[in-house]
């Protein structure tokens, strides 16, 4: 069964905080991706990865950056967090294989800035 | 314009109804169309894909027609548990996938 965990399903942030979401997969999949959700927006792409050290801008990039350091794990990063940044955070991994555009999301991390 | 346009709802209906959404996509050159569920305070989950053919699964029917650029996802006998937001997804190729923003569903008893 895939798993995908976000290192924390709440989160309080002062304006200007420079802030790190987790993700974890373990899958061994290859691309792995962070959304943001908004009501009535739904889901925005902000990065993608598709390799370790590889990232790709999604829609929203702006404000945000990422790590991918090792395969299992995706990193978001809030380099001095707003409050329109506040939103939920979706991380999902996919696998280049079967199942190519299914993508498995984690429970999400609900982050308000203050 | 969105690139994919679904109706938000709620649409209400009563256990044992028939419900049918419809998403409308803008970009033409979108190849594969998928519909996800996401149940409140929860992840979406990939429910089924959707072919020109069709694609039926159980009580849930998917259909895509290229020509008016538009999906339907088509819901028989819809259970308590079938309440839900769906969410109409489309991509142009590669793992990028573009969401809607959701249709909410409601089944009553």
């Known amino acids: 069964d895939v798993k995908v965990t976000q290192s924390s399903r709440y989160l309080v942030k002062r304006t200007g905080e420079k802030v790190f979401l987790e993700c974890v997969q373990d899958m061994d999949h290859e691309n792995m991706f962070w959304y943001r959700q908004d009501p009535g927006l739904g889901l925005r792409l902000i990065y993608f990865s598709y390799d370790v050290k590889m990232k790709e801008k999604g829609d929203i990039p702006e404000g945000y950056s990422v790590s991918r350091e090792k395969k299992e794990r995706f990193s978001l990063i809030l380099e001095s967090a707003s409050t329109n940044q506040t939103s939920m955070y979706l991380c999902a991994s996919s696998s280049l294989g079967q199942g190519i555009y299914e993508q498995y999301f984690g429970p999400g991390t609900r982050l308000t800035v203050t | 314009r969105k690139e994919v346009e679904q109706d938000p709802g709620p649409f209400n209906v009563p256990e044992g109804a028939t419900v049918a959404f419809n998403c409308t996509y803008s970009n033409s050159a979108s190849q594969s169309f998928f519909w996800y569920r996401q149940d409140c305070r929860k992840e979406p989950k990939l429910l089924m894909s959707?072919?020109?053919s069709g694609n039926e699964d159980g009580r849930f029917t998917a259909q895509l027609n290229r020509a008016s650029q538009y999906i339907s996802l088509l819901i028989r006998d819809s259970k308590l548990s079938d309440s839900a937001t769906y969410l109409c997804?489309?991509?142009?190729?590669?793992?990028?996938?573009?969401f809607g923003t959701g249709t909410q569903l409601k089944v009553e008893l």
């Open positions: 959707v072919y020109s």
């Open positions: 997804v489309s991509s142009g190729g590669g793992n990028k996938l573009t």
